[in-house]
């Protein structure tokens, strides 16, 4: 809807947002045994230091909504994890009103209000999400590219794909999990890669030395890799920032689990645009011959469908 693009209307959102969160949160903690009875039924949460916690995270929220207000693009993190909070807390007044623990008409009434704030958070969100992929130039072509960008050891894409067939790998930002499973998977084949005469060359929006380090902890030889913070390799290649879905759905979480915690690999600082998508392509004679781009953040690429690998 225009009203959340408009950055006033977008900012009076949140602020009103904020002073509501600051509300709840001074009643929950100055007030806490208006929420430990309802009438004459005990609520299934008696103990007045969880409600006065539960009126420090409002007033958490109350400072973060303040916050964003003053760059929604910019602080759209912070709003998602507002707004997931307020998804819960919506479902738990839900779930109190239809267990009678509240009247019906208070507690309808809570769940609208928490609803309506969930609701206008994530127009905000959209807005946000919107004034991020904004471009404002059209992206350049993949083929103008291949003889001027360079790896980490001065060699062109198009130089390395006369030599033999390039595997190029685009990744997400060094911080994330997948990422990082994603260098793991290969460096386990690289010896297979070598035997079928291609090069591997990763494409990352940290600059060259970071990626040198990063790198190392995965070869114990240096790799060639390409920082692109302009991501204008990723564009020319149409590789999309992904939508809510796709970064934040439910198999990203059990996928993260997995990758982060079960198979070790961890999670760092953000470095690069935390809503790009990755993908693999592969070069031949300068020109693509196979090409793969991810449908999700947690999409993770078989290896055995890759060509004579």
Known sequence: MEIF????SAQNILKVSSVFSLFWGLLFIFSPGSFSTAGSIVLPITSA???????????????????????????WLAILLVSFIDLAVTCLFLYFTVNSYYDLLP?????????????????????AYEENTFEESAPKKFNDLLGIVRTSQNKSLLELSNEKKVLLVFVRHFG?????????????IDDMIAEKNYHLVFVHMSDTDFGNQFFSQYYKHPVHHISDPAKLLYRSLNLKRGTFLQLFGPMTWVRGIYAGLFKGNGLGEVEGDSL??????ILDQGKIVFEHRSKSASQQFQLKALPEL
């Open 5 to 8: 693009k408009d950055s006033n």
């Open 49 to 75: 230091a969880f409600v006065v916690l539960t009126g420090i995270v409002y007033l958490l929220n109350s400072l973060i909504l303040y916050i964003a207000s003053f760059d929604k693009a910019r602080h």
């Open 107 to 127: 507690g309808s009434l809570l769940c609208l209000i928490h609803l309506v704030k969930y609701l206008a958070l994530l127009g905000v969100l959209n807005a």
């Open 176 to 188: 994330c999990t997948f990422c990082r499973e994603t260098v793991s998977e290969f460096a386990k």
């Open 276 to 281: 790009q998508l990755g993908g693999l392509f």
